[in-house]
T-cell receptor, first 112, second 114 residues
Framework: DQQVKQNSPSLSVQEGRISILNCDYT??????FLWYKKYPAEGPTFLISISSIKDKNEDGRFTVFLNKSAKHLSLHIVPSQPGDSAVYFC???????????FGPGTRLSVLP | EPEVTQTPSHQVTQMGQEVILRCVPISNHLYFYWYRQILGQKVEFLVS????????KSEIFDDQFSVERPDGSNFTLKIRSTKLEDSAMYFC????????????FGPGTRLTVL
């Protein structure tokens, strides 16, 4: 039962261009969403969050968009840099709880 | 910058043995978590801990698992009788009180059960 899906296992983008990472969820009770990135041999690193009362949150090069009716969120990275190459996970929780359900991740490669 | 640390980085054990994975969360954090990631699979929530008790746990966190904060700095995950399928990366995370949903992860402990 995949409550959080990231249907693209990998994505390649040219340096300087926009990276768009997508995430879909099935549980309508999810109300808080996080994006993490993970480098090999390291733990996930928090990037950005969004609650269900918003449809957009921006932090520097990172913007997360939430479409509640479509149960879809996306992470935009502009401009993409080679150091952004990592696996990106979206995660969601119910009732602003601590039990985060993670997606399977998307491996982003930013090509110089 | 303060960070979450975990020891050991790699633990190898025989099936049926007990293991204790150790974490030192960031010092002023109050919420603590364990996650695991089986090789090639997604990160899975195990348990959250606040005020010296479990606040949430997943179906994975059965009776063979326990957590403890034995002193003011360490946060441990014990697996009583390891199984082959417990082989995974185990990540500890902690939250500052003010930003409850921004979790800071440690580098992980790779557990290999033979």
């Amino acid at each position: 039962d995949q409550q959080v899906k990231q249907n693209s296992p990998s994505l390649s983008v040219q340096e300087g261009r926009i990276s768009i990472l997508n995430c879909d969820y099935t549980n309508s009770m999810f109300d808080y969403f996080l994006w993490y990135k993970k480098y090999p041999a390291e733990g996930p690193t928090f990037l950005i969050s969004i609650s269900s009362i918003k449809d957009k949150n921006e932090d520097g090069r990172f913007t997360v968009f939430l479409n509640k009716s479509a149960k879809h969120l996306s992470l935009h990275i502009v401009p993409s840099q080679p150091g952004d190459s990592a696996v990106y996970f979206c995660a969601a929780s119910e009732n602003y709880g601590q039990n985060f359900v993670f997606g399977p991740g998307t491996r982003l490669s930013v090509l110089p | 910058e303060p960070e979450v640390t975990q020891t050991p980085s790699h633990q190898v054990t025989q099936m049926g043995q007990e293991v204790i994975l150790r974490c030192v969360p960031i010092s002023n954090h109050l919420y603590f978590y364990w996650y695991r990631q089986i090789l090639g699979q997604k990160v899975e929530f195990l348990v959250s801990f606040y005020n010296n008790e479990i606040s949430e746990k997943s179906e994975i966190f059965d009776d063979q698992f326990s957590v403890e904060r034995p002193d003011g700095s360490n946060f441990t995950l014990k697996i009583r009788s390891t199984k082959l399928e417990d082989s995974a990366m185990y990540f500890c995370a902690s939250n500052p009180r003010q930003l409850q949903n921004t979790q800071y992860f440690g580098p992980g402990t790779r557990l290999t059960v033979l």
